[in-house]
């Protein structure tokens, strides 16, 4: 299933996911868009986001199931937005004509929860995110985990995941499930992007795919 006004940001951390939703909301035409993110404003995201902090140690299969909760919410649940920050409720905003960006998204689960919990489709993230519409539009930020790093760096912050080894594992596991669901899926388009381009230049190319999208 596809939700026809979706559209999602993807990349391992560092890749400039968020530099490049901040970029869009400068649009004129933002207005248009809902914009939020995974994990959610609501209570599991919040809960989750201390995990990612290394606040609250979860097991693997904890965490996935958890994520999928919160994106369950993110999709499903009651719609609430705060000002153009939608919280839950992407379904309802998209049926209803509102455009809806995401930064990360089931994606994000199949990758990361991937790199211990497997990627096949008999694995745990497969079976708990496999139901869930896709995108219409699907930008992934490809970017070598050294660089993202060094990026990560320069904001003095790190959460669990940001380590080489696993962001290379979890870019590895990014391709694969991003070729699996666009091939049993034609109808998401993929836009890879070469993350260490200039912010600028990426702007405009996203820009671009998206009103290309609605003409």
Same mark, same amino acid.
């Given at each position: 299933?596809?939700?026809?006004?979706?559209?999602?940001? +993807?990349?391992?951390? @560092?890749?400039?996911?968020?530099?490049?939703? /901040?970029?869009?909301? =400068?649009?004129?035409?933002? /207005?248009?868009? $809902?914009?939020?993110?995974?994990?959610?404003?609501?209570?599991?995201? =919040?809960?989750?986001?201390?995990?990612?902090?290394?606040?609250?140690?979860? +097991?693997?299969?904890?965490?996935?199931?958890?994520?999928?909760?919160?994106?369950?919410?993110?999709?499903?649940?009651?719609?609430?937005?705060? @000002?153009?920050?939608?919280?839950?409720?992407?379904?309802?905003?998209?049926?209803?004509?509102?455009?809806?960006?995401?930064?990360?998204?089931? $994606?994000?689960?199949?990758?990361?929860? @991937?790199?211990?919990? @497997?990627?096949?489709?008999? &694995?745990?993230?497969?079976?708990?995110?496999?139901? $869930?519409?896709?995108?219409?539009?699907?930008?992934?930020?490809?970017?070598?985990?050294?660089?993202?790093?060094?990026?990560?760096?320069?904001?003095?912050?790190?959460?669990?995941?940001? =380590?080489?080894?696993?962001?290379?594992?979890?870019?590895?596991?990014?391709?694969?499930?991003? /070729?699996?669901? &666009?091939?049993?899926?034609?109808?998401?388009?993929?836009?890879?992007?070469?993350?260490?381009?200039?912010?600028?230049?990426?702007?405009?190319?996203?820009? /671009?795919?998206?009103?290309?999208? =609605?003409?």
């Amino acid at each position: 299933m596809i939700l026809h006004k979706f559209i999602v940001f +993807e990349g391992i951390d @560092g890749a400039g996911t968020s530099t490049q939703i /901040a970029e869009l909301k =400068k649009r004129p035409d933002a /207005a248009q868009f $809902f914009f939020t993110a995974e994990p959610t404003e609501g209570e599991t995201g =919040k809960f989750l986001r201390r995990m990612l902090r290394g606040d609250i140690p979860l +097991e693997n299969t904890t965490a996935a199931y958890l994520f999928a909760a919160d994106r369950n919410e993110h999709i499903y649940g009651t719609p609430a937005a705060d @000002g153009q920050t939608l919280i839950h409720g992407i379904a309802d905003a998209c049926t209803n004509g509102r455009t809806v960006v995401s930064d990360r998204y089931l $994606f994000s689960s199949l990758a990361y929860q @991937g790199v211990g919990l @497997g990627t096949g489709t008999d &694995s745990l993230p497969w079976q708990l995110n496999g139901r $869930f519409p896709l995108p219409r539009l699907l930008f992934y930020f490809d970017i070598d985990p050294s660089v993202s790093l060094r990026r990560i760096t320069g904001r003095g912050i790190r959460e669990i995941y940001e =380590k080489e080894a696993f962001l290379r594992q979890a870019a590895q596991n990014y391709r694969e499930v991003i /070729a699996r669901l &666009s091939a049993g899926e034609p109808e998401m388009k993929v836009v890879i992007l070469d993350a260490t381009k200039g912010i600028e230049e990426l702007s405009d190319t996203i820009w /671009a795919e998206i009103t290309g999208l =609605k003409a």
